[in-house]
């Protein structure tokens, strides 16, 4: 026990500790003034990193809306130019996917050589579809395709679930799954999604030349 101030040795270094700590602020300030150019590059930095990731998400976002116009090309020609609601449109792309699937489990080849084969299979598929049932449910009013079409879209859902299970499924199309390219600003554009957004785009442009440039 000490007596006379009431102080020990563990108040004194106590004391110390917080003398220091109360500088530290004062020291950074006085450091940061005495090193403005590390100011500087710290927010050419912060600025530098935050344009590089947001012409990253525009670029990904533009590829990815190139996938959207794809499946909207269909629904564009149903709706606009046929005067068809399809409601089983999805259907029939996911359905085209599992035709995919088969063919490469069942042939090994690689996804991108079995739309040699689905491709020419979906368009038999949709020609029998529209001279056999859906010509039928044309006329002043929309309910009548409404109807079919969504009771196909329960019938190939649940042949789907009944054939390959609730299991989710995937193609494996190999390297070009993970290749890129590089821009400038550091900023990696995946190869797939690219092809996916000019294949969009020529046929966008080759169903306008279609509708515009032709008799039909």
Same mark, same amino acid.
Do not use: E
């Given at each position: 026990?000490?007596?006379g101030s009431g102080k020990g040795p563990n108040d004194a270094v106590v004391q110390q500790l917080a003398e220091r700590d109360a500088g530290a602020p004062l020291r950074f300030h006085l450091w940061q003034q005495e090193h403005p150019a590390r100011r500087v590059q710290q927010h050419q930095g912060r600025a530098h990193q935050e344009g590089r990731s947001g012409a990253g998400v525009l670029i990904q976002g533009t590829l990815v809306g190139g996938l959207y116009a794809l499946f909207a090309?269909?629904?564009s020609l149903a709706f606009?130019?046929?005067r068809l609601v399809n409601i089983a449109h999805g259907d029939l792309i996911v359905l085209s996917a599992y035709a995919a699937l088969l063919v490469v489990n069942g042939m090994g080849v690689n996804p991108f050589v079995s739309l040699l084969v689905v491709?020419?299979?979906m368009f038999v598929l949709g020609y029998l579809l529209q001279r056999g049932l859906l010509n039928f449910t044309l006329g002043p009013s929309i309910l009548?395709?409404?109807l079919v079409t969504f009771g196909l879209s329960v019938i190939i859902q649940n042949v789907l679930l009944e054939v390959f299970g609730a299991d989710t499924r995937r193609? =494996? !199309?190999g390297d070009i799954e993970t290749a890129s =390219? !590089?821009?400038p600003g550091d900023i990696q554009v995946g190869v797939f999604p690219l092809i996916v957004f000019l294949v969009a785009v020529v046929s966008l442009g080759a169903l306008q030349w279609l509708l515009y440039?032709?008799?039909l």
């Open positions: 026990q000490h007596h090309i269909g629904l606009g130019i046929m491709v020419p299979l009548p395709p409404l193609l =494996l !199309a =390219l !590089a821009l440039r032709t008799a």
